[in-house]
């Protein structure tokens, strides 16, 4: 059955650096996303993205963030300049097509670890 | 915004029978699903309801009445790996395809 993967499963960075977490959705999947979830709290929409461009953000999703689908088959996040309270899993997410019934298949995640 | 509550943990035993609950409260209601997370790893999909009534899927069923903003998710002849947490997560049509998740259910499954 065909999976979203990421990469790297963790990441450690001291705060003020750049990272990139990576995602590949599932190949015929249109709309992607990015969630994410602090330790102990519920799951966060981050954005989607479709045809190549954000198609909603969340407040979550400031300047510091950017996403970006760089070639045919790659989705990733990038975090300027993070911040201590960054530190969550990322999960990535795809779905077919959008709208009615479709469901959104989410990766195993990115552990992010900001010190 | 949406408001989205579960309870926080539940405990049940192998072979009992589970009800989760969840209400919510959005302005343009676009579907409803629930996923079971394990610690540590990614949500996973379990159901999905639009329409008022009952979904069954094996021993999993959820059910959905829009005009009380309020679902459940129904585990039957519960396993120790049910052992997990469960998360009510709402669409809203006003909002694209965005999910806003509830704080999830721990359940505890006990022999």
């Known amino acids: 059955e065909p999976e979203v993967t990421q990469t790297p499963s963790h990441q450690v960075t001291q705060m003020g650096q750049e990272v990139i977490l990576r995602c590949v959705p599932i190949s015929n999947h249109l709309y992607f996303y990015w969630y994410r979830q602090i330790l102990g709290q519920k799951v966060e929409f981050l954005v989607s993205f479709y045809n190549n461009e954000i198609s909603e953000k969340s407040e979550i999703f400031d300047d510091q963030f950017s996403v970006e689908r760089p070639d045919g088959s790659n989705f990733t996040l990038k975090i300027r300049s993070t911040k201590l309270e960054d530190s969550a899993m990322y999960f990535c997410?795809?779905?077919?097509w959008g709208g009615g019934t479709d469901t959104q298949y989410f990766g195993p995640g990115t552990r992010l670890t900001v010190l | 915004g949406q408001n989205i509550d579960q309870p926080t943990e539940m405990t049940a035993t192998e072979g009992a029978i589970v009800q989760i609950n969840c209400t919510y409260q959005?302005?343009?209601?676009?579907?409803l699903f629930w996923y079971q997370q394990h610690a540590g790893e990614a949500p996973t999909f379990l159901s999905y309801n639009v329409l008022d009534g009952l979904e069954e899927k094996g021993r999993f069923s959820s059910f959905l009445s829009r005009s009380k903003g309020y679902s459940y998710l129904l585990l039957k002849e519960l396993q120790m790996k049910d052992s997990a947490s469960y998360l009510c997560a709402v669409r809203d049509g006003n909002a694209g395809n965005m999910l806003t998740f509830g704080g999830g259910t721990r359940l505890m499954v006990k022999p």
């Open positions: 997410a795809s779905s077919e």
């Open positions: 959005t302005s343009g209601f676009n579907g």
